[in-house]
């Protein structure tokens, strides 16, 4: 059972930075009820690698990504919101991206895809809002990656949404952020099975993508928060001197989120995205883009650390934006609002009652 | 020119957690005149990947790793003391390790090297003093995991050494590094080119150690001296669209430390050395086994941080031995010993020239 369903965007759709997609698409999943004045829209862009999928629906009641966070009396109410969760432009659950075919040849982009830019993924939400008749969203909202993308939205699409939360977001890459990601992209360059891109879909660059979500996984988390959960345990099993197999809980940890990744997702996919963060530049925003904007970060995110969150604050504040700045005391890290649902859920549903 | 010395090692030299080398050896340099009495001895233990010429001297006036630190006049005096630095036993500057010759076989050890232990390399520290006729060393010091090689010198060791300086070390791993080594090492691991250990000399699984040793850069500095020093500088360059190369200026930083770091160092040495900084785990002092400590922790160090270094010198305190505790207040991350001269020769010579 899928909840997924499909908006198809303006075609052509011209690309940020050069080219145009034929016949693109954006896939969503909504909760609620678009409200008769059509006022009471939460546009959701995502992190990185979930798909639109955050939370179980009646027409699909599996588990998502942010299961305690949207729903009925949750923070983001869906009795009260008509919540929308959109795919990015470029990923590979749906929306359009360089695993997709491209009707111009019938094969896949694969490397033909243009460069994908954050703004262009802001822009997909934006016209996917124009398709479902909404011309002004109550609140465009994401964390990471999709606090990135509601920031560009902000930019570029100045009043279509009343307010903005930006959850462990950047309004710039930092050089150590863009060094993780330039070295995540090399796992994957590097390795022998990616073949300039045009792997088979059964056969993908495997190893490269498992060492790049490992370390994802490594900044996303942090250092206490491994510190109280694994410690210095051991997995079971012998190792025979000489050989290097994995031997501390930690690094079985590792292994099995990444199996889950290199199941799920497209090598490529993951290549456009990853620079895209690190291209991404957000400059100064036009005069009361929005109305109002939470920004949180969290003090244990090595990746995007408490110092840019202020930033973000103060380029929404400098543009007019009554906001709203909240430096979260949790150890969990950058995934924290995958994790720290009480503390996340206090701050964001306090922000959304509001005015 | 080479100042290279060698010393035997016992023969056979049991290793701590089984097996034994035939005919091993550790090669060293010396800087200064060891005194009559034998007692102005100042032992230095490495980092991961530096070799014994750690400074110029008469004998190989090139630049070594610790040039400002070591010489005439400098923190580590070498007209008071008789400075002596080993290269790692397991590395392959000299001193015995996967990548040498087993005289059981005639070729390489490869993964035929028994389990390497850091209790192995401070031994092999202890036997250098011996036959360098010296009974008590005046201080034992290392940097990183020369840290905990000088640690595991004291357990060891309990009087062969007066005093002790711990700079960046650790007493036992968190999950957290053990995370980022575990993944340097499969990055090396799942080289094809790695041949399970069988690679020849000069094919060697260079994309493993290039990405292993851009992982150990990004962490072994910090996200606020690359933000100072880089920001979002660009390379020079034309990327065509559907091109991942590098971009940003942080990206060719790592790619010429990698560049010096594969053409240098043995992945198979690598690998053990690693691992045997997972394993480490100090546990309970001998009481007084050196008279003195310092202990330097710095405050942006993500791999080994300020939190271990107050658990190192809380460890020394509880074995009666008189310690100091500096942390240091240096941007400069893990590396910060091997950049930030000024304030760590102010602090180890202070300490060095006192009682």
């Given at each position: 059972m899928s909840a997924r369903q499909y908006a198809a965007l303006p075609d052509p759709f011209g690309m940020h930075r050069g080219g145009a997609l034929r016949g693109a698409r954006v896939a969503f999943e909504t909760w609620g009820t678009l409200?008769?004045?059509?006022?009471?829209?939460v546009l959701i862009f995502t992190g990185l690698s979930p798909p639109a999928h955050a939370a179980p629906s009646l027409a699909d009641p599996s588990p998502g990504w942010w299961d305690t966070m949207i729903g009925p009396g949750l923070a983001i109410d869906s009795e009260r919101w008509f919540v929308i969760v959109v795919n990015s432009l470029g990923s590979c659950f749906g929306s359009t991206g360089p695993a997709s075919i491209d009707p111009a040849t019938g094969e896949r982009y694969r490397l033909d895809f243009p460069e994908l830019a954050i703004e262009d993924i802001a822009r997909s939400g934006y016209e996917l809002l124009r398709a479902l008749g909404i011309s002004r969203a109550d609140t465009i909202l994401g964390p990471s990656l999709g606090g990135m993308v509601a920031?560009?939205?902000?930019?570029?699409?100045?009043?279509?949404?009343?307010?903005?939360v930006s959850v462990s977001g950047s309004a710039g890459a930092t050089p150590f952020a863009i060094a993780l990601r330039s070295l995540q992209r090399e796992a994957i360059l590097r390795d022998p099975a990616w073949q300039n891109g045009n792997y088979a879909p059964d056969a993908p660059p495997g190893t490269g993508l498992r060492l790049a979500r490992k370390?994802?996984?490594?900044?996303?988390r942090s250092a206490g928060e491994w510190q109280q959960r694994f410690g210095r345990s051991r997995v079971a099993g012998v190792r025979p001197p000489g050989s290097f197999s994995p031997e501390f809980e930690i690094e079985g940890y590792l292994e099995a989120q990444a199996a889950k990744f290199v199941a799920a997702f497209d090598a490529n996919c993951y290549l456009y995205l990853s620079r895209a963060m690190d291209r991404f530049d957000l400059g100064p925003l036009a005069q009361a883009c929005v109305e109002?904007?939470?920004v949180i970060g969290v003090e244990s995110d090595i990746l995007f650390p408490l110092d840019g969150q202020r930033a973000i604050a103060a380029t929404l504040e400098r543009a007019g934006v009554a906001t709203r700045f909240h430096a979260m005391p949790s150890i969990e890290g950058h995934d924290a609002f995958l994790v720290d649902i009480p503390r996340f859920s206090a701050v964001i549903g306090d922000f959304l009652r509001a005015d």
């Open positions: 409200a008769p004045a059509k006022d009471n829209a920031l560009a939205f902000a930019a570029q699409h100045p009043g279509a949404a009343r307010r903005l370390l994802g996984t490594i900044t996303y109002r904007a939470l």
